[in-house]
């Protein structure tokens, strides 16, 4: 059987296309579905082994970055996203997906109640840059092997932020994947523009207790072929790191849920 993941669309979501690209490149069907159609048809999700939630601008940001998206997760899709995150499936958002999830609760725990939130970036301006990332020693099904990133962010509400206790409470359950870094100075913490938006403890990517619930602001989508690298043509760039998140993916659904 193939794995099958669902990219939600729809609202200002824009990134959908290069999402669904990325699970394809890495063996999985991925189909493409307006929120809508889920809403009409909640017994859709149970079709697939993975849910992906793109970047981009739902609902324009309006009132805060994924608060309208996260809302209908909530109150409308609650029930069938709590069953298949507790089947064992995977969740993933990238940027505003990442501020979806948070704002939905289903990140760091899927409760359904909001603990962290994304903000607006320190440098008080949209950031559009490449970035260097670091795993922490975390559990997560995505990141599995993977030591370091080069990935483009692309946001005006990036920041992440959370009480002291939630801090701690990501530190000691692994739940913090993927930090903002320097690589010259890789053990001190990230300056801008290594941390292009200001976030706490240099965050870039959390996941839930389980390791399958995974968001992360940086668009690893983006980067699935060396023609992707904004130095391709003057580097040896022998592939698209940001691929190994999605095959690490297909891979666990693969054994585990096909």
Same mark, same amino acid.
């Given at each position: 059987?193939?794995?099958?993941? =669902?990219?939600?669309?729809?609202?200002? =979501?824009?990134a959908d296309f290069e999402l669904q690209n990325a699970f394809a490149m890495a063996g999985a069907r991925a189909?493409?579905?307006?929120?809508?159609?889920?809403?009409?048809?909640?017994?859709? =999700?149970?079709?697939?082994?993975?849910? #992906?939630?793109?970047?981009?601008? !739902?609902? #324009?940001?309006?009132? +805060?970055?994924?608060?309208?998206? +996260?809302?209908?997760?909530?109150?409308?899709?609650?029930?069938?996203?709590?069953?298949? $995150?507790?089947?064992?499936?995977?969740?993933?958002?990238?940027?505003?997906?990442?501020?979806?999830?948070?704002? !939905?609760?289903?990140?760091?725990?899927?409760?359904?109640?909001?603990?962290?939130?994304?903000?607006?970036?320190?440098?008080?301006?949209?950031?559009?840059?490449?970035?260097?990332?670091?795993?922490?020693?975390?559990?997560?099904?995505?990141?599995?092997?993977?030591? +370091?990133?080069?990935?483009?962010?692309?946001?005006?509400?990036?920041?992440?932020?959370?009480?002291? !206790?939630?801090?701690?409470? =990501?530190?000691?359950?692994?739940?913090?994947?993927?930090?903002?870094?320097?690589?010259?100075?890789?053990?001190?913490?990230?300056?801008?523009?290594?941390?292009?938006?200001?976030?706490?403890?240099? $965050?870039?990517?959390?996941?839930?207790?389980?390791?399958? $619930? %995974? #968001?992360?602001?940086?668009?690893?989508? $983006? %980067?699935?072929?060396?023609?992707?690298?904004?130095r391709w043509t003057r580097e040896k760039i022998e592939n698209g790191a940001g691929l190994k998140i999605f095959?690490? !993916?297909?891979?666990? +659904?693969?054994?585990?849920?096909?």
């Amino acid at each position: 059987m193939e794995v099958k993941a =669902l990219v939600l669309t729809g609202f200002g =979501l824009n990134a959908d296309f290069e999402l669904q690209n990325a699970f394809a490149m890495a063996g999985a069907r991925a189909d493409r579905l307006h929120l809508n159609d889920v809403l009409n048809r909640k017994a859709v =999700l149970e079709q697939y082994h993975i849910l #992906a939630i793109p970047g981009g601008f !739902a609902f #324009a940001d309006d009132i +805060a970055s994924g608060r309208v998206f +996260a809302n209908k997760l909530k109150f409308e899709l609650r029930e069938q996203l709590s069953d298949f $995150v507790q089947g064992g499936k995977l969740v993933l958002g990238v940027c505003n997906g990442f501020q979806i999830l948070a704002k !939905a609760g289903l990140l760091p725990s899927p409760k359904f109640v909001q603990s962290t939130t994304l903000s607006y970036n320190d440098s008080g301006r949209f950031e559009d840059r490449w970035v260097w990332l670091k795993q922490e020693e975390s559990k997560c099904v995505w990141a599995k092997g993977i030591k +370091a990133l080069y990935l483009p962010v692309r946001h005006g509400e990036g920041k992440f932020y959370a009480d002291s !206790a939630t801090i701690e409470s =990501l530190k000691k359950n692994r739940q913090i994947v993927l930090r903002y870094f320097n690589p010259a100075k890789p053990n001190s913490k990230a300056e801008y523009p290594w941390n292009p938006n200001g976030s706490m403890g240099d $965050v870039a990517g959390i996941s839930d207790e389980t390791g399958r $619930v %995974f #968001a992360l602001m940086p668009h690893p989508e $983006v %980067f699935t072929s060396p023609q992707n690298h904004p130095r391709w043509t003057r580097e040896k760039i022998e592939n698209g790191a940001g691929l190994k998140i999605f095959q690490n !993916a297909v891979e666990y +659904a693969r054994k585990k849920l096909v």
